[in-house]
């Protein structure tokens, strides 16, 4: 059997059609693209392309709205330092409890400096309360930022209408769209979403290659100075034939919109409607109706995520888990938490996502191992009945530590 | 995904002694659902010989916790207890070909299982007396509560300071920035602020000796290191002792509090590290229960 890989949120394979774009601008289109000679032609042509080729996929109404940055991180971290950097007035920012890193550290940071971070809490289903968000808008805020999809549960905000309600309060908005670039169909120029930030390697382009949106008039700050690349809002020599990999992805992003919202939604549903029904005590966390259409996360409850991830691997199929034992620290992950899934399941989920590339039969032998690796691991806990194969009752009584 | 030794994996895979125990008169439990680690041994030990004959474990956890676990139960099975006892997490470490650091507290959480069992068999009451903070230095497996108790206790004012008192911030430097943030809070509680150019505090102790040392000269200075960091023990619950220093290797006892716990491996690289700024030559120290293990104790001086 093959390596399966379903860990697409994590990052993905470049297409084979990206890889033949790039190749020439590795080899004999490697002129500098500011330069002047017919060596550079070549490559401002092919960054050109990609600009709009990005343009295209995510709906924006000019080619110059599109920068282009060296990852996800650089893209969000702009956006949050430029929004304050321009109006040194606004100490508040208003965000989310379940950001990725990029804007959760980075927040934590600006909060040492001085600044009120404004995490909104979720419901035990992932989704905010707008009526509490609607509250915190106010003249002091510099910035919101709230992902378009969750990476870990897939699950949707409604960013479109929050950008309607920070803009009608004169507020900035910018949107982490990592996860959902690709996945669902945008027309920015339709929204009053003001940054938007892309990775390349979500979508089949290589890492180390993002974009970070910025809506025609919005006041903006760089954060790297130097060179007149980008028009003077992203300094630094292009990574030109990343550059160009991105354009190529986002252009098969947008043919495979329907696939992705058809094809590849069919297998997750399959993996995680056999998952629930063969395997006791285990359940989908977020909001089941409102996700990315590649990504299901799934709580095993009584054992632990990393031991759930070691045994997959050894039958060759890749994911990843929320839970602490992967990351090294005590905690599990902070989107679990913010969710309220309790301790006995928040250790043991497991996130299964997607791409164009996986088949319906890869599908049938996950649902082959999983169960026998569920029973394995719960045959270890001191949580699990063996001989009634259930949950010891009242696990937190049954299992008395002498400390905890 | 870590880096785990094939040992690890082995233990893993193919669990030794899964289960509980039938018959089982030793009990530990420690952990709870909610750190995401948790472990039930059980162990039926002979009346008459306190000889453990049988050993199970039970586990919630990661990959390390579940190897660290089995190995725990191949090791101890065939001790009696005062010999389980002995038996440190870095043994347990050890005997799965070393734990990434930030994996360490499962080998810690074993040993602590197995002192709750012990202690369930003989009828006492048992204590875990040490407390877990998010991991600072991964160099050398050091977390935020260590680092904040020794600022405390010591009255630390750099990042060096820290460095020579724990270790943390001694290898990679990553976590400078980490250790500058505990520095901020504590020195602010204190109602100081952390100055990153203060001069070290170890500075005008260290003078480093220039000409090499006599065993005599060497093991005088070794007690007076010892002698001038015994009441920091002490203040831990803990005690040192020298008990054979062999060409560069002294051999300590370490006993109360700091006997088998994580900390001590930190206390004895602290104190590794301080010997060697005093004598100015590189010294090894070792726990004193590594002596019996050398088959020939010459070999020592030369290793
Ligand atoms: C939601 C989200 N934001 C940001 C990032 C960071 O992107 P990059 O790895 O390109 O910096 C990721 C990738 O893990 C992500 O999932």
Redesign the pocket.
């Known amino acids: 059997m093959h390596d399966i890989y379903l860990d697409n ?3 993905t394979q470049v297409d084979r059609a990206v890889v033949d774009a790039m190749m020439p601008f590795f080899t004999e289109q490697f002129g500098n693209p500011s330069s002047i000679h017919r060596f550079a032609d070549g490559v401002a042509r092919g960054i050109k392309k990609a600009r709009s080729q990005v343009q295209e996929l995510l709906g924006a109404e000019h080619d110059s709205e599109i920068i282009f940055t ?7 971290s702009t956006a949050i330092l430029s929004a304050i950097k321009a109006q040194p007035n606004r100490k508040e920012i208003i965000t989310t409890a379940v ?5 959760l550290s980075l927040c934590d940071y600006l909060e040492k400096e001085g600044y009120t971070i404004h995490r909104m809490p979720v419901d035990k289903c992932g989704r905010l309360n707008l009526e509490a968000y609607k509250n915190l808008l106010s003249d002091q805020v510099a910035i919101v930022s709230v ?1 378009w ?3 870990e549960t897939g699950n949707i905000f409604p960013v479109e209408q929050m950008a309607e309600m920070a803009n009608a309060a004169g507020v900035m908005f910018h949107t ?4 959902a670039v690709g996945k669902i169909p945008m027309m920015l120029q339709d929204t009053k979403i003001d940054m938007l ?1 892309v ?4 979508l089949h382009a290589p ?4 974009v970070l949106y910025l809506r025609r008039g919005t006041r903006y700050r760089p954060l790297l100075r130097g060179g007149h690349q980008e028009r003077g809002r992203r300094a630094g020599t292009e990574n030109t034939a990343s550059i160009v990999g991105l354009g190529k992805a986002c252009e098969l992003a947008m043919e495979f919109m329907e696939f992705e919202n058809n094809q590849v939604k069919a297998m997750r549903d399959r993996l995680e409607r056999g998952i629930v029904e063969q395997i006791p005590h285990c359940f989908i966390t977020g909001d089941i109706n409102n996700r990315l259409p590649n990504t299901t996360d799934i709580a095993f409850e009584y054992i632990e995520g990393e031991a759930i991830l070691m045994l997959l691997n050894k039958a060759g199929i890749a994911a990843s888990s929320g839970s602490a034992c992967t990351s090294g620290s005590l905690e599990p992950s902070h989107v679990m938490r913010a969710m309220d899934i309790p301790y006995t399941a928040a250790h043991g989920t497991i996130r299964f996502s997607f791409s164009r590339y996986n088949k319906m039969s890869e599908v049938d032998e996950v649902l082959k191992v999983m169960p026998d690796i569920a029973a394995a691991l719960r045959k270890l806990s001191p949580y699990w009945d063996s001989v009634n194969n259930a949950p010891v009752t009242d696990p937190e009584q049954a299992f008395q530590p002498t400390y905890a | 995904m870590w880096d785990y030794s094939d040992k690890v994996k082995d233990h893993f895979f193919n669990p030794k002694n899964a289960g509980a125990v039938v018959n089982a008169n030793a009990i530990g439990e420690v952990g709870s659902i909610s750190c995401g680690d948790a472990l039930r041994l059980s162990l039926k030990v002979n009346e008459d010989s306190e000889v453990i004959e049988d050993a199970g474990f039970q586990t919630f956890g990661c990959g390390s916790a579940i190897a660290s676990s089995s190995v725990l139960t191949e090791i101890i099975k065939g001790m009696t207890l005062d010999e389980a006892l002995k038996v440190t997490n870095q043994d347990i470490a050890a005997e799965l070909d070393g734990l990434p650091p930030e994996k360490m507290h499962c080998s810690v959480m074993g040993r602590e299982a197995l002192q709750a069992a012990v202690a369930n068999y003989r009828g006492e009451e048992w204590k875990d007396d040490h407390e877990e903070g998010a991991l600072i230095c991964k160099c050398f497996a050091i977390d935020a509560v260590m680092i904040e108790e020794m600022v405390w206790a010591n009255k630390l004012r750099t990042v060096e300071d820290v460095t020579n008192y724990t270790k943390a911030g001694g290898g990679c430097a990553a976590c400078h920035e980490d250790i500058e943030a505990i520095l901020e809070k504590v020195l602010k509680e204190r109602g100081e602020s952390f100055d990153p150019t203060a001069a070290s505090i170890e500075k005008e102790a260290v003078v480093a000796e220039k000409k090499p040392l006599t065993n005599l000269q060497r093991i005088k200075k070794i007690e007076e290191v010892l002698t001038a960091l015994r009441p920091q023990l002490m203040a831990d619950g803990g005690d040192v002792e020298l008990v054979e220093v062999i060409g560069n290797t002294a051999y300590v006892n370490m006993t109360g509090a700091c006997n088998g716990c994580q900390m001590a491996a930190m206390t004895i690289a602290g104190i590794q590290q301080r010997l060697m700024e005093v004598l100015g030559e590189f010294i090894k120290v070792v726990p004193a229960s590594e002596m019996s293990k050398l088959v020939n104790i010459q070999e020592a001086s030369h290793a």
């Not at chain 1, 060296?70 to 969000?76: H, N, Y």
């Not at chain 1, 890492?207 to 993002?210: C, S």
């Open positions: 949120n994590a990052t060296s990852c996800g991180t650089e893209s969000d950001e990725h890193p990029a804007i992902m999809a969750n990476n982490d769209a990592v996860q930030s990775s390349g390697h979500k890492k180390g290659i993002g």
